[in-house]
């Protein structure tokens, strides 16, 4: 299955490192700092709420900013890629009526896109990892399985989305309600454990939740998760990935009419 | 050899439902069961075939279906029956410029269209000198597209479409914005794709220009083959209908 998306994305690898470089340049154009907001955001955010969380509500987590930080970058890569990837369709609508392109090209452009910007994320935790003096673990090094997994997640997803977005307008907008309630859903900036049993059991059908769970234990915790926590995961990146795929390629003859 | 064939191709296309992009209209037609309503074939049953090299000429008023075949035959639409065979590469000269980034200058805006055409990278770069000089742009090279004049763009266009020696050359009533030289300048190639045994598809309501570039013209009405055959028989035919009929009567 990954060798197909790599087949796929080795395909038209050059017309999708064009959709994504005129994401990345268009999106910093005629900005001073350009790319370094893709570093600087993420840092700004988590100085603000962990400000708000640590001092005004007094959650007792140890190293609250990088526990923080590690939520807020999973979180924010799925909000904005499967958004992005939503609304990829409607918006090249001009291009898909006039040209014959691969239509998956598009929302997978946007997820590339984004990915980008989790890289430099990714940065913004190893400074936080110096600046708090954050031990590190070789369990470091399995990060890329946990963000492959919410790659693959938010494709799926994204595919989904951009079905139901050109079909109905109506999505864009839920879309944005939707996002709110799983950020509350995803334990971003309380511990797992100040929940009550019952909010538990609901977010365990929060594939993010077992994804954040999964990043923070090897990057902050040092810790390998068990073959359990493989599977949910797993299985539940792939779920999604084969739901989203199935769904696209049986409406995707059906885009042009709608956009 | 033929190098496109049409079998009964219809393309039909749901006006009603055109109109849904709400979730609570989806719902209330679904409950009253007006979802399939108000059919509309552009195309109907429409076969032909065209030989290799020959240039075509389609003739047709507004809302013939002109463009809309030309569509299903580079691939955009999926026809809703019949089937459609074409051997070799199209190049679609629909719109000029098609997938131009308004925010990107015109030098990345000719990787990105090259890219979005189909071809290599390594193609385009070498290729690019060409580009610039055979639309004459040299200085305004890294000026974002949004400040070109239409005609700029599809100079652009034109010169990038045009790259290949494609099989097929589809065109679609784009050389309307650019000046006269310009236009001749795409004449010009258009004369010398050909003479390399380019097959040409070739949509204009100049029918002046249809008799001067085709030997075959094809005329559409309503979705359905009127008349096919030799460029001044097609012509002549079309142009007494015209005198007596318009568009959408």
């Known amino acids: 299955m990954l060798k197909k998306i790599f087949a796929d994305g080795y395909r038209y690898r050059w017309l999708l490192e064009q959709l994504v470089g005129r994401d990345l340049k268009v999106k910093y154009k005629r900005s001073y700092l350009g790319y370094l907001w893709s570093l600087l955001n993420p840092l700004m955010m988590m100085a603000i709420v962990s400000i708000v969380f640590s001092e005004v509500f007094r959650y007792d987590i140890q190293y609250f900013p990088v526990y923080l930080l590690c939520g807020q970058i999973i979180f924010s890569f799925f909000s904005e890629a499967t958004t992005m990837a939503m609304n990829s369709i409607l918006q090249n609508a001009g291009l898909l009526k006039k040209v014959a392109v691969p239509k998956y090209i598009l929302p997978l452009s946007k997820l590339c896109s984004s990915g980008v910007n989790l890289l430099w994320s990714l940065a913004a935790i190893a400074i936080m990892f110096c600046i708090q003096h954050v031990p590190w673990h070789a369990t470091m090094l399995l990060f890329p399985i946990p963000l492959l997994l919410l790659f693959l997640l938010s494709y799926g997803v994204g595919l989904m989305m951009a079905v139901l977005a050109t079909q109905f307008r109506d999505m864009a907008y839920l879309y944005g309600v939707l996002m709110q309630a799983l950020m509350y859903m995803t334990p971003i900036f309380y511990p797992v454990e100040a929940l009550p049993p019952e909010a538990l059991a609901i977010i365990r059908f929060n594939p993010l939740f077992h994804l954040v769970t999964y990043f923070r234990k090897v990057v902050l915790y040092g810790r390998i998760p068990d073959v359990r926590e493989h599977i949910v995961c797993i299985a539940f990146a792939v779920g999604f990935y084969v739901m989203g795929r199935t769904i696209f390629q049986a409406h995707q003859k059906n885009f042009v009419l709608y956009i | ?249």
């Open chain 2, 1 to 249: 050899m033929d190098i496109i064939e049409v079998k009964d191709v219809s393309m039909r296309f749901n006006l009603a439902n055109e109109r849904i992009e709400s979730l609570k209209e989806y719902v209330v037609r679904l409950l009253t069961g007006n979802l399939m309503f108000q059919e509309f074939y552009a195309l109907n049953q429409v076969s032909f075939s065209v030989q290799s090299g020959t240039s075509v000429g389609i003739l047709g008023t507004n809302g013939s279906g002109k463009s809309t075949l030309l569509k299903v035959i580079s691939g955009i639409y999926e026809p809703s029956a019949g089937e459609i065979q074409v051997h070799g590469t199209i190049a679609p000269l629909i719109e000029l410029g098609a997938g131009f980034d308004p925010d990107l200058t015109a030098r990345e805006n000719v990787f990105l269209n090259g890219a979005v055409m189909g071809f290599e990278r390594e193609f385009v770069r070498s290729k690019y000198a060409e580009i610039v000089a055979f639309s004459e742009l040299g200085n305004f090279m890294d000026v974002p597209i949004k400040n070109f004049s239409s005609g700029m763009s599809a100079r652009l266009g034109f010169a990038i479409a045009t790259l290949v020696h494609p099989d097929i050359l589809i065109v679609d009533e784009v050389l309307g914005v650019g000046d006269s030289a310009f236009q001749q300048k795409c004449e010009q190639k258009m004369q010398e794709l050909r003479s390399c045994g380019t097959t040409m598809l070739f949509v204009s309501h100049s029918i002046e220009q249809v008799r001067a570039v085709c030997s075959h013209a094809i005329w559409l009405r309503r979705g359905r083959v009127e008349m096919e055959g030799d460029v001044d028989d097609v012509c002549d035919a079309y142009q007494k209908w015209c005198e007596t009929h318009s568009a959408f009567e």
